[in-house]
């Protein structure tokens, strides 16, 4: 197939990049900036705002692998654009394309979206989505790890520190990277059971991983026993201020964060798992988390 990406330059999208030249297909891949030329791969220069690159990105595609957004944004203006207008702008250059097939990567948080600004424009990029007349599919998955991850790097960085905080009380579920990307290439075709589906898709823990459970499965990946800290919804909000004065607009715990993680379930429902004859998790989250640390560790990162 030739299948048309956004994201492909960054953490999940270079996981699909990586399996998806694996399994033959070729790549029209959109970025902000020139890239390396590759095999199988052809870059289209352009960001979700530019309709001319997203048009270029899609003309001629068997499908399109949305997987870019913001993550972390100063507020909700940020999110709104990079998680719904841009959404928006790709779902309408697929169908003046003619493009049929639609992979939306979105984000449990859009179940929650009264939460945070980050979990309301991820609702809202699903509704146009699931409104359109494309042959869609959408994907919230958890948390998400691996090698190259900034955002799970900094309970590895804490747990190595010797104390990790997180949420007092609540679960989660996990995913890695790479069974991220071998699903979103398992649902390429579409078709009875995939199309016009939500899929929430987990290592296959059943009932995810409470908080304190996966800090010392953390800690022992990084070679620690870390003393974890139970943080209450106030504690959060709190370390949010402090983050946010350190750090400015470099904190990763913000207020709209605090706000999301104070929810006590982020886990993938059963009803939307998906079908094992479809796709199973492969990578053991323990095992996972001990290479993913192995890899920070070479890239001195920790």
């Known amino acids: 197939m030739i299948i048309a990406l956004t994201g492909g330059t960054g953490f999940v999208g270079r996981a699909f990049v990586e399996s998806a030249l694996e399994a033959g297909h070729e790549l029209v891949v959109l970025a902000r900036s020139p890239q390396e030329p590759r095999a199988g791969v052809e870059w289209v220069l352009g960001d979700l705002e530019n309709r001319a690159a997203l048009a270029e990105l899609v003309r ?14 100063p507020d909700a203006k940020a999110f709104r654009a990079g998680n719904y207008v841009g959404t928006l702008n790709l779902v309408e250059a697929a169908g003046a394309e003619g493009v049929r097939r639609f992979i939306h990567v979105s984000s449990l948080s859009a179940r929650e979206p009264g939460l945070s600004a980050y979990g309301a424009s991820k609702e809202r990029g699903e509704k146009v989505v699931m409104a359109s007349l494309l042959d869609w599919t959408v994907v919230r998955p958890p948390a998400i790890y691996g090698p190259r991850d900034k955002e799970m790097f900094e309970l590895f960085r804490a747990a190595r520190w010797g104390v990790i905080p997180m949420p007092k009380e609540g679960r989660a579920s996990l995913i890695h990277v790479d069974d991220l990307a071998r699903l979103l290439l398992a649902l390429l075709p579409g ?84 079908p094992p004859e479809i796709w199973e998790a492969q990578v053991e989250t323990r095992t996972g988390l001990k290479a993913t640390a192995q890899w920070y560790r070479e890239q001195g990162w920790l």
């Open 60 to 73: 001629g595609a068997d499908a399109v692998v949305h997987v870019a957004g913001v993550v972390n944004g």
């Open 191 to 274: 078709g009875e059971g995939v199309s016009g589906r939500t899929f929430e898709p987990d290592d296959g823990r059943a009932g995810g991983w409470e908080h304190r459970e996966l800090a010392l499965a953390i800690g022992w990946a990084v070679d620690r026993r870390p003393k974890v800290l139970g943080l209450s919804p106030a504690a959060l909000r709190r370390a949010a201020g402090i983050d946010g004065f350190l750090r400015g607009r470099g904190a990763k715990m913000t207020p709209d964060r605090a706000a999301y993680f104070s929810h006590p379930d982020w886990t993938g429902h059963p009803s939307a798992h998906v």
